[in-house]
Nanobody
Framework: QVQLVESGGGLVQAGGSLRLSCAASASIHSINIMGWYRQAPGKQRELVASATSDGSTNYADSVKGRFTISRDSAKNTVYLQMNSLKPDDTAVYYC????????????????WGQGTQVTVSS
């Protein structure tokens, strides 16, 4: 199983920026889809941004133009750049990666990070 370790969360003032990182514990052979989700207190987890292997990206309407999902293949890391942050962006952010690793044979995985808290003050 591939473990994902998130970092980069914290406290920031409205209008500020943060970059979340999601590092995989193994060398990823291929990614089918990667995504960032968030869950605010009392609310359901929602998709923030996703990207597929063909380069297609999808963003929640609330973050379009402010957030960018990307990947550094050499570092086996997925990122979420968050700009112009708003108090409504306050939530625990989770990364999700579905792909495969190669360990003699190709093995599929679907892993979640542990979550990182993002708090935006007004």
């Amino acid at each position: 199983q591939v473990q994902l370790v998130e970092s980069g969360g914290g406290l920031v003032q409205a209008g500020g920026s943060l970059r979340l990182s999601c590092a995989a514990s193994a060398s990823i052979h291929s990614i089918n889809i990667m995504g960032w989700y968030r869950q605010a207190p009392g609310k359901q987890r929602e998709l923030v941004a996703s990207a597929t292997s063909d380069g297609s990206t999808n963003y929640a309407d609330s973050v379009k133009g402010r957030f960018t999902i990307s990947r550094d293949s050499a570092k086996n890391t997925v990122y979420l750049q968050m700009n112009s942050l708003k108090p409504d962006d306050t939530a625990v952010y989770y990364c999700n990666v579905r792909g495969s690793i190669y360990a003699g044979i190709q093995l599929s995985f679907n892993s979640w990070g542990q979550g990182t808290q993002v708090t935006v003050s007004s």
